[in-house]
């Protein structure tokens, strides 16, 4: 692993360094007072640390392996999980080897709590967990690139100006990967840089391009390249997005400006924010990992999105923003003509469509008017894909 050190996680016997560390971190001590005690935390923090201080190291001392700390998390996880959701469900772990690893292509919608749910539903079904690809944007905050190295997460280099440094990135990034996966681990990786914000899911097809890098010279074609991946395709559905205003706030801003510009700590504020909002029901679908896929980056991307945008759960948010925004040929949509043609849409009643048609109001007149328009999109588009997905396998 030596080669890769630039962006691995941290390895068992790394573990508990890195743990003692933390607990010795005044600003890991504030962030877990936040959590274990809000109001103490923001008016007396320096009487909270000492406190919060003995707590981590009567749960957490003497651990050093990372599948240790993982199940010793995986309570707090899951009040995490059940504390911001109505339910979370899914489909499609039965078609996955729990002795086999596997590559998962996930649209992304949360700084964290997506890889979060993903490696929680394969813990809790008893799975291995992944090493989660982020970006080193998010390593700006010291303590939170600590707790995700110690999370099994690896880094993705972004914002390399010169082309051979990025190719050099991209190379080791492909080949830690496929280490990755040819050592039984698992990999999440999002499909394209950045959020969707819009509700759009594509795969952009140079991070595929990427899984091959580093098996050019292998003899491998690159189908048979990417067989040996078993790219499995995620689709994570949330009902309600707590970061939907913010989002649409920056669409907004780029539409009529041309650029956004991210205040400083912004990151860090979406990451708290989508760990600890409102998210309603959540859905991940796991699909059959690929065994036969194209031979060109840009067919395997599409692929991957057909098969995403067919299994996303439809939630009635989407369909009550799909209506309002007037996308249905005949400008309105029924729940029972999204439901029959998408197989991952609900059987919705009367008195939930009513429902999600005051909470999209409550939302909307929360904002400003101006984003009322981007805000609905990012609901309304995944009906559109999935829509599109079922046309195009029934015609």
Known sequence: MQEFDAIRPYLDEETRTA???????????????????????????????????????????????????????SGYVGDLVNNTTTRVTHSGLENLDK??????????????????????????????TTRIAIGDN??????FAEMM??????????????????????IMLSAFISHSIDNNESIWIAQREGRAKNGLDFTDPAIIKMFY?????????????????????????????????????????????????KSEGEDTDQIMKGLTGFKGHVHVHF???????????KDLAARIDREMHANYHLHTSNLVAYQQRGMHPDSHATRDSVSDAVVTAETW???????AEAEMERRLDACDPAIHPYLLDMYANPVVTALEAHKNQTD
């Open 99 to 128: 002795h086999s690893a596997h590559l998962f292509i996930s649209n992304h919608r949360d700084i964290v709590f997506d890889p979060m749910v993903v490696n929680y539903l394969l813990f809790m079904n008893g799975f291995r």
């Open 349 to 355: 009643s009367a008195a939930e469509i009513e429902a």
């Open 287 to 297: 699909g059959a990992p690929i065994t036969d896929a194209e031979d060109n980056p």
């Open 19 to 73: 743990i003692n560390n933390l607990v010795r971190d005044r600003e890991f001590l504030d962030m877990v007072g936040r959590f274990k005690s809000p109001m103490l935390a923001k008016w007396a923090p320096a009487m909270l640390r000492p406190w919060v201080r003995r707590w981590l190291i009567s749960q957490f001392s003497g651990i050093d392996r990372i599948e240790d700390l993982q199940a010793r998390l």
């Open 149 to 170: 190295r110690l999370n099994k997460s690896f880094v993705v280099r972004r914002n390399m100006t010169s082309p051979r440094e990025m190719r050099d990135a991209y």
């Open 213 to 261: 890098m580093s098996k050019k010279k292998s003899g491998l074609t690159f189908s048979e390249a990417m067989n040996r991946l078993h790219i499995v395709p995620v689709s994570i559905a949330y009902e309600y997005d707590p970061c939907d205003m913010d989002k649409a706030r920056e669409l907004e801003t780029r539409a009529r400006t041309g650029e956004y510009i």
């Open 138 to 143: 998010l390593l700006a905050n010291r303590v």
